[in-house]
């Protein structure tokens, strides 16, 4: 092994192999040599163009005060008068010359700074900071742009430049005038623009004082979830030194969601209550102008009264109602009205005919809801052009991204003379002091804001005010009905809360200011439980429009929701019954409506089964009562049940199979029970999939469709009773429902009644009237049985129906 140039030659070492080739060494990287940063041209030239202005200022006023010298002849003369400023050009030439030769070689520039001012340097950086040294060179400057004054103003005015500098200001006071005039119309003009993006820029914004806000957290009914957690964030708001004291931070930032009238902006309303601090209202419609940039300007100007008022009170709460309109980037501007994209199918229950959407759970109904918005528009109905390009939307003009720099921008320093007094006098300006602002933001469309809005810094705590729970329910009655006289009891109040399951704060003070001017028109002061039930039926289903089926229309429609309300009585145990009506509405003829009878948050096959049997009892009901013939009311009952056995067999794993259908489509896979096609050959594997999916589906509600025909075959006298009960009272309640089903005495229907084998024969035999004149389109040929006094020898049966 040898040494060759501070490289190992290892062919002579035993062993080691010889590489075929040439051997290629690296180079050693070149040592970069110092020299000076180039300098920009305006650098390089700025003095030297001050001392040739400064020149010929000087000159200008020779022939300004001389009418008779020319300014060849005053050049001539000042460059001899003035030949010190030629001399002070000639040295900054020089340092330009010697600075250009530093920035070319490497030896000449550091021979001048390590050996001519090294030491110097050395001292100076020793001695004094970085900030000392900044502030030591710029008075330097500015002393010698004053001594350069001085000695321009002294050479044009004649006088030396001590009096120069006294006689400046009168100077200045004589160009007042044209100064002014100038000043005048600039002004005048910017006026016209700043006076209007102004006026623009008001309103909006409400502010609350401490004493103006009485809403406490006491008022806040059902959410104490969510309560206890903004609590949190007011304890933070006022003692700051209890997380800041351990290297935390305070949460500026919170976000309600949830339906609407969840009491979210209340929340609000008592977070500045309590606190007693200023309570900010902001219209995010507002910030929505014709004019690019007056909604940045609005919400510049808001955090700079909010800023204010933190300062004056020690913190502030700014609360942003439908943020969604202000903080989103347009992700909903092909909507429709209704928040629907354009060009979507409607959902399972628009048009007439039975409303079957109302029996089903919140849940099915959520699902049904989705499935319709999820196809694509057609081809046809969709735009071709986008007019207007989002401008003027939510966000639009740069509004969101400024409120997203007032959200977590860095703060300038505060105040004028603190800005730039204390930098001209060579000073730090002061920090900026700790701004105490709880920005509170809601929403019921979370998905709509953007996530640059959402990431912590911004909003830091999320929280979700969903629909209260059925003891919050019944401690917002409860607090509503204090408010007013009232002969509601304890049990009463539990009956309220669970027939209104999806109840929120808004609805539960609609649904008694209701109750109380039903009982006022009535001529009564007290509110009963009557009251309140008319009210909620009256705003569930809005009044009846004053129309009246003929009797054989009216008697098929009954039997049609008495089919539903007793498959729904018999089978269904997560659900109850609130109402059935044959009253026709806006866009249905009579309805079924159900309720949970207690707060669930999973669904089970059973259940969905069950929901299916309810909905397909109308399409057995009239073919079994009306000899086989069949209705289009059912077509909404068809749709409901279809969509929950689809999802039931293609997603849910609650049919024959497990597999998963979007996932066999996504992967392009055959599906379990699949085949072939009708030509006895494969197919695409999507048709594969569909055409196996379509034939569970219909085996699964054939197979629903005949359970539904065997119940109602059991109950035959309980659907007549239902109808008759229907058409006799056309709405009834979920307890006289169960009262005519049961045979027993209810709220407001005797259902004994219908207990009596005599009454029940009377029904079948108006029944058959009613069907012949359905068959042959002609008036029924029997009366409606009356129902009668009990008095008068209607004495009910010793036991009731038997329940299946």
């Given at each position: 092994?040898?040494?060759?140039?501070?490289?190992?030659d290892v062919?002579?070492?035993?062993?080691?192999?010889?590489?075929?080739?040439?051997?290629?060494?690296?180079?050693?990287?070149?040592?970069?040599?110092?020299?000076?940063?180039?300098?920009?041209l305006?650098?390089?030239?700025?003095?030297?163009?001050?001392?040739?202005?400064?020149?010929?200022?000087?000159?200008?006023?020779?022939v300004?005060?001389?009418?008779?010298?020319?300014?060849?002849?005053?050049?001539?003369?000042?460059?001899v008068?003035?030949?010190?400023l030629?001399?002070?050009?000639?040295?900054?030439?020089?340092?330009?010359?010697?600075f250009?030769?530093?920035?070319?070689?490497?030896g000449?520039?550091?021979?001048?700074?390590?050996?001519?001012?090294?030491?110097?340097d050395?001292?100076?950086?020793?001695?004094w900071s970085?900030?000392?040294?900044?502030?030591?060179?710029?008075?330097?400057?500015?002393?010698?742009?004053i001594?350069l004054?001085?000695?321009?103003?002294?050479?044009?005015?004649?006088t030396?430049?001590?009096?120069?500098?006294f006689?400046?200001?009168a100077?200045?006071y004589?160009?007042?005038?044209?100064?002014?005039?100038?000043a005048?119309?600039?002004?005048?003009?910017?006026?016209?623009?700043?006076?209007?993006?102004?006026?623009l820029?008001?309103?909006?914004?409400?502010?609350?004082?401490?004493?103006?806000i009485?809403?406490?957290?006491?008022?806040?009914?059902g959410?104490?979830?969510?309560?206890q957690?903004?609590?949190?964030?007011?304890?933070?708001?006022?003692?700051?030194?209890?997380?800041e004291?351990?290297?935390?931070?305070?949460?500026?930032?919170?976000?309600?969601?949830?339906?609407?009238?969840?009491?979210k902006?209340?929340?609000?309303?008592?977070?500045?209550?309590?606190?007693g601090?200023p309570?900010?209202f902001?219209?995010?419609?507002?910030?929505?102008?014709?004019?690019?940039?007056?909604?940045?300007?609005?919400?510049k100007?808001?955090?700079?009264?909010?800023?204010?008022?933190?300062?004056?009170?020690?913190?502030?709460?700014?609360?942003?109602?439908?943020?969604?309109?202000?903080?989103?980037?347009?992700t909903?501007?092909?909507?429709?009205?209704?928040?629907a994209?354009r060009?979507?199918?409607?959902?399972?229950?628009?048009?007439?005919?039975?409303?079957?959407?109302s029996?089903?759970?919140r849940?099915?109904?959520?699902?049904?809801?989705?499935?319709s918005?999820?196809?694509?528009?057609?081809?046809?109905?969709?735009?071709?052009?986008?007019m207007?390009?989002?401008?003027?939307?939510?966000?639009?003009?740069?509004?969101?991204?400024?409120?997203?720099?007032?959200?977590?921008?860095?703060?300038?320093?505060r105040?004028?003379?603190?800005?730039?007094?204390?930098r001209?006098?060579?000073?730090?300006?002061?920090?900026?002091?700790?701004?105490?602002?709880?920005?509170?933001?809601?929403?019921?469309?979370?998905?709509?804001?953007?996530?640059?809005?959402?990431?912590?810094?911004?909003?830091?705590?999320?929280?979700?005010?969903?629909?209260?729970?059925?003891?919050?329910?019944?401690?917002t009655?409860?607090?509503?009905?204090?408010?007013?006289?009232?002969?509601?009891?304890?049990?009463?109040?539990?009956?309220?809360?669970?027939?209104?399951?999806?109840?929120t704060?808004?609805?539960?003070k609609?649904?008694?200011?209701e109750?109380?001017?039903?009982?006022?028109?009535?001529?009564?002061?007290?509110?009963?439980?009557?009251?309140?039930?008319?009210?909620k039926?009256?705003k569930?289903?809005?009044?009846?429009?004053?129309?009246?089926?003929?009797?054989?229309?009216?008697?098929?429609?009954?039997v049609?929701?008495?089919?539903?309300?007793?498959?729904?009585?018999?089978?269904?145990?997560?659900?109850?019954?609130?109402?059935?009506?044959?009253?026709?509405?806006?866009?249905?003829?009579?309805?079924?409506?159900?309720?949970?009878?207690?707060?669930q948050?999973?669904?089970w096959?059973s259940?969905?089964?069950?929901?299916?049997?309810?909905?397909?009892?109308?399409?057995?009901?009239?073919r079994?009562?009306?000899d086989?013939?069949?209705?289009?009311?059912?077509s909404?009952d068809l749709?409901?049940?279809?969509?929950?056995?689809?999802?039931?067999?293609?997603?849910?794993?609650?049919?024959?199979?497990?597999?998963?259908?979007?996932?066999?489509?996504?992967?392009?896979?055959?599906?379990?029970?699949?085949?072939?096609?009708?030509?006895?050959?494969?197919?695409?594997?999507?048709?594969?999939v569909?055409?196996?999916?379509?034939?569970?589906?219909?085996?699964?509600?054939?197979?629903?469709?005949?359970?539904?025909?065997?119940?109602?075959?059991?109950?035959?006298?309980s659907?007549?009773?239902?109808?008759?009960?229907?058409?006799?009272?056309?709405t009834?309640?979920g307890?006289?429902?169960?009262?005519v089903?049961?045979?027993?005495?209810?709220v407001?229907?005797?259902?004994?009644?219908?207990?009596?084998?005599?009454?029940?024969?009377?029904?079948?035999?108006?029944?058959?009237?009613?069907?012949?004149?359905?068959?042959?389109?002609?008036?029924?040929?029997l009366?409606?049985?009356?129902?009668?006094?009990?008095?008068e020898?209607?004495?009910?049966?010793?036991?009731?129906?038997?329940?299946?």
């Amino acid at each position: 092994m040898t040494i060759k140039d501070g490289a190992v030659d290892v062919s002579d070492v035993a062993g080691a192999p010889v590489p075929e080739g040439p051997q290629v060494h690296e180079p050693p990287p070149e040592k970069v040599e110092p020299k000076r940063k180039k300098m920009s041209l305006w650098d390089r030239g700025k003095i030297l163009l001050l001392l040739a202005v400064a020149f010929f200022v000087i000159v200008w006023s020779q022939v300004a005060d001389n009418p008779l010298m020319t300014f060849s002849d005053a050049l001539r003369i000042e460059v001899v008068d003035s030949q010190w400023l030629l001399w002070l050009a000639g040295i900054e030439l020089l340092r330009q010359i010697h600075f250009l030769v530093s920035e070319k070689w490497s030896g000449y520039h550091v021979f001048w700074t390590q050996k001519v001012f090294g030491g110097t340097d050395r001292m100076v950086k020793r001695r004094w900071s970085d900030w000392t040294r900044f502030r030591v060179a710029r008075a330097i400057k500015w002393a010698a742009l004053i001594v350069l004054v001085a000695l321009v103003a002294g050479a044009a005015l004649g006088t030396s430049p001590f009096l120069a500098i006294f006689q400046a200001p009168a100077l200045i006071y004589q160009a007042l005038p044209f100064i002014f005039q100038l000043a005048f119309a600039f002004f005048f003009v910017a006026f016209q623009f700043i006076g209007l993006f102004w006026l623009l820029s008001r309103g909006g914004v409400d502010t609350y004082y401490p004493d103006d806000i009485k809403t406490r957290f006491s008022d806040v009914w059902g959410q104490d979830h969510v309560v206890q957690r903004i609590r949190e964030n007011i304890m933070f708001l006022e003692k700051p030194e209890e997380i800041e004291a351990k290297g935390g931070y305070v949460p500026g930032g919170l976000l309600l969601w949830g339906p609407p009238g969840t009491g979210k902006t209340l929340m609000a309303e008592a977070v500045a209550g309590e606190t007693g601090k200023p309570y900010v209202f902001v219209d995010p419609g507002a910030f929505i102008n014709m004019f690019m940039g007056v909604g940045i300007l609005k919400v510049k100007s808001l955090f700079r009264k909010l800023r204010k008022l933190s300062l004056r009170y020690g913190g502030v709460i700014v609360f942003f109602d439908e943020a969604d309109a202000l903080g989103n980037r347009g992700t909903l501007a092909g909507t429709a009205p209704g928040g629907a994209p354009r060009g979507f199918t409607p959902p399972p229950f628009h048009g007439s005919g039975c409303h079957g959407f109302s029996y089903l759970s919140r849940d099915t109904q959520s699902l049904l809801f989705r499935n319709s918005m999820s196809e694509a528009p057609p081809e046809e109905t969709r735009s071709r052009f986008m007019m207007g390009g989002m401008q003027g939307g939510g966000g639009g003009g740069g509004t969101l991204q400024a409120l997203l720099t007032e959200l977590s921008g860095l703060k300038k320093p505060r105040g004028l003379l603190n800005r730039w007094g204390r930098r001209a006098l060579g000073m730090r300006p002061k920090a900026p002091p700790k701004y105490r602002i709880l920005v509170m933001m809601a929403t019921n469309m979370p998905e709509s804001l953007d996530e640059a809005l959402l990431r912590p810094g911004r909003i830091d705590r999320i929280y979700r005010v969903g629909y209260p729970s059925k003891a919050g329910r019944i401690m917002t009655y409860k607090g509503y009905l204090d408010k007013v006289p009232h002969e509601i009891t304890d049990e009463n109040l539990e009956k309220l809360a669970t027939i209104t399951p999806y109840a929120t704060g808004a609805t539960i003070k609609d649904l008694v200011n209701e109750a109380l001017i039903t009982a006022i028109r009535d001529g009564r002061e007290v509110i009963t439980y009557k009251d309140l039930v008319r009210a909620k039926q009256l705003k569930e289903l809005g009044p009846p429009e004053d129309v009246e089926y003929i009797e054989r229309e009216r008697h098929a429609v009954a039997v049609h929701e008495g089919c539903h309300a007793v498959v729904a009585f018999r089978v269904r145990e997560h659900m109850e019954i609130d109402l059935a009506t044959i009253e026709k509405g806006s866009d249905y003829l009579g309805m079924v409506a159900s309720i949970p009878p207690e707060d669930q948050f999973t669904r089970w096959r059973s259940e969905y089964e069950a929901d299916i049997l309810v909905s397909l009892a109308s399409l057995a009901g009239e073919r079994m009562f009306f000899d086989g013939d069949s209705s289009s009311g059912v077509s909404g009952d068809l749709e409901s049940a279809t969509t929950v056995a689809s999802f039931m067999e293609g997603f849910w794993g609650m049919g024959s199979t497990v597999s998963s259908y979007s996932s066999s489509r996504r992967l392009e896979v055959g599906s379990p029970g699949g085949g072939r096609g009708k030509d006895g050959k494969d197919g695409k594997p999507e048709e594969v999939v569909r055409r196996a999916l379509a034939d569970r589906i219909e085996d699964h509600l054939g197979t629903l469709l005949e359970r539904a025909e065997d119940i109602l075959k059991e109950n035959r006298s309980s659907v007549l009773a239902i109808a008759h009960a229907l058409e006799t009272h056309k709405t009834l309640t979920g307890e006289d429902v169960e009262a005519v089903l049961t045979g027993r005495e209810g709220v407001t229907i005797d259902g004994r009644i219908y207990a009596d084998p005599d009454f029940l024969s009377q029904l079948e035999e108006y029944h058959a009237a009613a069907a012949g004149a359905h068959r042959a389109h002609s008036p029924v040929r029997l009366a409606l049985p009356p129902i009668g006094n009990r008095e008068e020898g209607h004495t009910a049966a010793s036991t009731p129906p038997p329940v299946v």
